[in-house]
Structure formats: structure tokens, C-alpha cells
């Protein structure tokens, strides 16, 4: 055991201020850019459909690296894995600050994302090891402020940045933020993960990495990617089911599919799935929106965003404890239901809208998001027993990445296809008015397709219902309503 005393002598809430300060530094990333991505298609004269990939590639890392986290954590201490993860995104910020071309910045942005994937499970494992089921849920929702108010909070700080500075300073000044960070955990983290050193599958690393990183390169190459595109998925669908298949034959499996025996579990992963696709898309073609249609400027756009990321972040804690008190239900199916009618009305946008109206719509947007986040993923992990908290957080956190990343490729490859077909059929197509059109008719398609995964999440929200955690045995436990 790597205990730092008995569970009585651990500290919650210098780890939970430990945890929460490293996550904020290094999920604020996910989005940081997104507002700096019409200046970067200038400044490195690419494409909208390769830049994205600065999203795209940050997502498919974490993806390709949260599979083996929960062999990591076996054999790294909780401090050794938030500090190696720490640094590993130091140097990644450093890379993308001296970019001198776009592939720089991106092997930048990877680097950055490779801490990113080893500190979430960490974070996620930490929080269900030294919280009792029963105080979860404002745990949980300390840690949804941070998930979902980082990345929020993202474009709007960016845009201010971008308005006095060059897009390097997105990089620069992340860099004292993330030795703060490093140091405070040295300071304040205790190791309350156990060390089991469990053996390590090289097999299953392999197909992880080839499963996860080709459909996610599959997707993001989209229709440009021709048959390369095609053949790379079909190949991370057959690495997958390989490793599906290695994983429910190891005596000692990398990722333990047993937690899919726990339905609320399953239930969870699948809406979490469906949302962070739909989340992915909407924070990366909503600032195309606002910059390429209404013509405003990234601090404009990003103060369009700050009023949303700013509820958000104060209503999570409230919404962890009003889980505690309700269950999951009462709190995500209104969520849902927000969030349906929102993307609804942002399918409908037009060329003329005002920042105003923008400004309503996301900020509403963010109170569902907040109501069900947070709330479904922790109905998913109580129910699992404390052997598989490795295994569900990984599972769970790799599934809700990889699939932010196929949302972001699949929506921008909807908008770029269907802006294509527009002006394909327009008389004018160099003309700047129909080209504008052109892009909010994608906009809005892209947007549509993001309404119909949320309203098959509203659906399953349904059959959410409040789980306790699992015997010692690890056999499922009862659900109530």
C-alpha cells in the first residue's frame, strides 16, 4: 500500500485543491486555442479542415493514453503520476509557444495532451478513493467546475490575450500556471492510490493505441482523407475488437471490461458519449461562427462566452449536492432538455443575429450542461467496487475523449461538406456574401446533427436511476429510483 498513514490522516482538502489546480491548467487547453483558430489558418496559410486538427490531435492523445492509465496508476504513486503529468505538459507548452511552423505547434499541442490524459484519471481516481459514495456528489461537482468551467472559460481568455497579444502568449503565460501547479503538488499531494504493479500487456497497449488512434485519424481525415480515411478506420475497428476480445481472455486485463456488468455504468459511458460529441462540436463552430459570419473579434467572441462558462462554473458545486440529495434523474433529463433546444435554435442561426441573442443562448446552454454532466458520470462510477475505480474512470474518461475528437472531426467535416455543396449550387461562389452563406448553411447542418445525438441522450436520461456501490465481491448492487 502506498498510504500516506491511515485514511483518517489523509488531508481531502489540500488534495482536492492539488487536483483542481492541475486539471483547471491543463483542461482550460482543450479550448484555449479554439478562438485563436481563425488567426492560425492565416498565419500558417492552412486550411479549416487542418486546423482543427490542433483540437482533434489533443483529444486522439488522451484517447490513445487514458486506455493504459489504469495500468499506470498500478505501478506510479499518485504524486509520481500528477507530477509526471504536470511536466510532461510543461514541455509541451514550451514547444507550442517557439512554434516556427504548424507542425511544431501540433507536436506542441501532443506533448500538452499526453500530460492531459495521465492527470484526469488520476484526478477522477483520487476523488472516489478519499470520498465516501454519500459525499461524492459535491466532490464531483467541485471537479465538474473545473471540467466544464476550464474549457469554457478557455475562448473567452484567449480572446482577450489575442486582442493585446500575439497567439504565442496562449502558450507563455500557461507556463507559470503550470509551475505553480508542479509545486504545489509537491507541497500538498499525498500517494492514496495502492501500487500493485500489475503486469504489463504489450499486446493489449499495441491494439489500444492502433484502435483508438486510427478511428480517430480515420475521422478527422474525413471525405480529404479519401481511401486512406476508410482503410484507417477499418483498421481501428479491427484493432478494437481485438483488444476487446485480448481484455475478456487476460487473467490480469489492462482494461478490466467487467465494468460493463454494472448497467448504470454502461448507461452513463454511452450518454456521456453522446454529449461530449455534441459539447466537442459546439465549442469549436460556435467561435467560427461568431468570427467568420458575424465578423467579431476573438475578444468579442470570447466575451460572447464568458457569461456561460462564468454560471456554469458556480452552479456544478450546487448541482454535485443537489445530486446527492435527488439522484440523477431530476437533474439530467431537464438538463437534456435545455441542451436539446438550444442546439435547436443554434441549427437555426442566421447571418444577422445579434451578439446578444448568442450570448442568452450559450449561457443557457451551460445551466443544462451543468445540470447533468457531473451527475451522470457519477451515478455511472458509484456503482462500481473499489477494485474497478482504475478500470471505469479510464474507460469512461477515455470513451468521453475519443469521442470529443471523432465530434469535432465528424462536425467540422459536416460544416466544410456542406458549405462545399452550397456553393457548388450558387451562381456567385467567389462572391464574400454567398461565402458567408455558405459557411452558417454547414454551421447549421453541423449543429442539427449535434441535436439528434442529444436527443437520443435525452432519451436514455430516462433510465438513469441512483446507484450504491458494490459489494466487496464485486457483484452489481441494487439501483433505486
Known amino acids: 500500500m502506498t498510504y500516506q498513514g491511515t485514511k483518517n490522516e489523509i488531508r481531502r482538502g489540500p488534495i482536492t485543491v492539488t487536483l483542481i489546480i492541475g486539471a483547471f491548467v491543463a483542461i482550460l487547453n482543450e479550448t484555449f486555442l479554439n478562438i485563436a483558430l481563425s488567426d492560425l489558418i492565416r498565419y ?5 479542415t487542418t486546423i482543427q486538427w490542433l483540437t482533434t490531435a489533443y483529444l486522439l492523445v488522451i484517447g490513445i493514453l487514458m486506455p493504459v492509465t489504469a495500468l499506470i496508476t498500478g505501478w506510479l504513486s499518485t504524486r509520481q503520476m500528477f507530477l509526471g503529468a504536470m511536466t510532461l505538459f510543461l514541455f509541451g507548452t ?8 504548424f507542425s511544431m505547434l501540433l507536436i506542441g499541442r501532443i506533448v500538452q ?4 490524459g495521465l492527470l484526469m484519471p488520476v484526478m477522477m481516481n483520487t476523488i472516489l478513493l478519499i470520498y465516501p459514495p454519500e459525499k461524492r456528489g459535491g466532490a464531483m461537482g467541485l471537479i465538474g467546475l473545473v471540467i466544464m468551467f476550464a474549457p469554457a472559460l478557455g475562448p473567452t481568455l484567449s480572446g482577450f490575450i489575442l486582442s493585446i497579444l500575439s497567439w504565442r502568449w496562449l502558450f507563455f503565460l500557461i507556463l507559470p500556471l503550470a509551475v505553480i501547479s508542479i509545486l504545489i503538488g509537491v507541497r500538498y499531494l499525498q500517494n492514496v492510490s495502492e501500487v500493485t504493479k500489475p503486469k504489463v500487456e504489450i499486446r493489449s497497449i499495441v491494439l ?17 482523407g479519401g481511401w486512406i480515411s476508410l482503410v484507417l478506420l477499418g483498421v481501428g475497428v479491427l484493432a478494437l475488437l481485438g483488444f476487446v476480445w485480448l481484455q475478456l481472455h487476460l487473467e490480469e486485463p489492462v482494461l478490466d471490461l467487467r465494468v460493463f456488468r454494472y448497467r448504470m455504468f454502461t448507461l452513463a459511458t454511452l450518454l456521456m458519449i453522446l454529449l461530449m460529441m455534441a459539447l466537442f462540436a459546439t465549442m469549436i463552430l ?11 473579434t476573438s475578444f468579442s467572441a470570447g466575451m460572447i462566452l464568458l457569461p456561460g462558462g462564468l454560471i456554469n462554473g458556480l452552479l456544478s458545486p450546487l448541482t454535485g449536492k443537489l445530486f446527492d440529495k435527488f439522484g440523477p434523474v431530476w ?24 451578439a446578444l441573442y448568442v450570448t442568452i443562448l450559450y449561457a443557457v446552454m451551460m445551466i443544462g450542461l451543468s445540470m447533468v454532466m457531473m451527475p451522470v458520470s457519477t451515478t455511472g462510477l458509484n456503482q462500481l467496487p473499489k477494485s474497478l475505480y482504475p478500470h471505469g474512470t479510464a474507460i469512461m474518461n477515455t470513451l468521453q475523449q475519443v469521442s470529443g475528437g471523432i465530434g469535432t472531426a465528424v462536425f467540422v467535416g459536416i460544416m466544410v461538406g456542406t458549405q462545399k455543396n452550397y456553393l457548388n449550387q450558387s451562381a456567385h461562389p467567389g462572391a464574400k456574401k454567398e461565402q458567408i452563406l455558405a459557411l452558417t448553411h454547414g454551421l447549421g447542418t453541423a449543429f442539427l446533427c449535434a441535436l439528434f445525438l442529444t436527443l437520443t441522450a ?13 459489494d466487496v465481491a464485486g457483484k452489481p448492487s441494487g439501483e433505486t429510483d
Open 208 to 224: 489500444s493505441t492502433i484502435g483508438f488512434g486510427s478511428l480517430v485519424y480515420g475521422m478527422g481525415s474525413g471525405t480529404s
Open 44 to 48: 500558417f496559410h492552412v486550411p479549416a
Open 286 to 296: 460556435l467561435p467560427l461562427y461568431m468570427q467568420r459570419v458575424l465578423l467579431l
Open 458 to 470: 435525452f432519451a436514455l436520461a430516462f433510465f438513469l436511476k441512483r446507484t450504491e456501490a458494490a
Open 331 to 354: 437533474l439530467s433529463v431537464p438538463g437534456l432538455a435545455i441542451v436539446v433546444v438550444v442546439l435547436g435554435m443554434f441549427s437555426r442561426l442566421t447571418t444577422t443575429e445579434s
Open 113 to 116: 495532451a499526453a500530460g492531459a
Open 94 to 101: 514550451l514547444i507550442g509557444g517557439f512554434s516556427l511552423n
